[in-house]
């Protein structure tokens, strides 16, 4: 079963604007981590945050976690056209070996 | 070096036939992972290998799905008599040693269609 709620479900900016996704779970966790996948296939790791961090920083990419109300944001800067994809957040729960992904959010990028 | 590959890449079958997907991850990694993306379901954590530990098998729906991973290296997970709602695309996922903080590398990916 799906942990993840994301929101919105679909997002469609203009080159160059901000993109912001938003990522809210059930359980404790141990990490969350940020997914991108093209064309409905393999999905490439974009980001980490532990569950003891806040804020976290890479390239174009901020995610914010927030453990008491059990969300998650990522932020894409600058967006480009190339960023056109699905992002989905994984949780990896206290205790288990293993990714919980929420429902993604196919995100557009208009040139 | 070489990813997460995966054959076949496409799958059509009948109803009630068996299925074999397999899994080559990258090389070194000791933990892999099986995960199932369907419309209805989204992506669903399958199984769990880790060196020569157990696997958790938590994530399987039924019993007619097994998998198994030979010599710590190729991964074939195997469906039996196939159903309609089995149809998804079936993810393979690898990582260096299966620590909670490892990023996981996924596969293209089987796309499995049962008429």
């Known amino acids: 079963s799906q942990q993840g709620e994301e929101d919105p479900q679909a997002l469609s900016i203009q080159e160059g604007e901000n993109a912001t996704m938003n990522c809210s779970y059930k359980?404790?966790?141990?990490?969350l981590q940020w997914y991108r996948q093209n064309s409905g296939r393999g999905l490439v790791h974009l980001i980490l945050?532990?569950?003891?961090?806040r804020e976290k920083h890479s390239g174009r990419l901020r995610v914010t976690l927030d453990t008491s109300k059990k969300s998650s944001s990522l932020l894409i800067t600058a967006s480009r056209a190339a960023d056109t994809a699905s992002y989905f957040c994984a949780t990896v729960p206290w205790g288990a070996q293993k990714l919980v992904f929420g429902q993604g959010t196919r995100l557009t990028i208009n040139p | 070096g070489a990813g997460v590959s995966q054959s076949p890449s496409n799958k059509v079958t009948e109803k009630g036939k068996d299925v074999e997907l397999r899994c080559d991850p990258i090389?070194?990694?000791?933990?892999l992972y099986w995960y199932r993306q369907s419309l209805g379901q989204g992506l669903e954590f399958l199984i769990y290998?880790?060196?020569?530990?157990?696997?958790?098998k938590s994530g399987l729906p039924s019993d007619r799905f097994s998998a198994e991973r030979t010599g710590g290296s190729v991964s074939t997970l195997t469906i039996q008599r196939t159903q309609q709602e089995d149809s998804a695309v079936y993810l393979c996922?690898?990582?260096?040693?299966?620590?909670?903080?490892?990023?996981?590398?996924f596969g293209p990916g089987t796309r499995l269609t049962v008429l």
């Open positions: 359980t404790s966790i141990n990490n």
């Open positions: 996922a690898s990582s260096p040693t299966g620590g909670l903080y490892n990023e996981q590398f």
């Open positions: 945050i532990r569950s003891n961090e």
């Open positions: 290998f880790q060196g020569n530990s157990a696997p958790d």
């Open positions: 090389s070194g990694h000791t933990a």
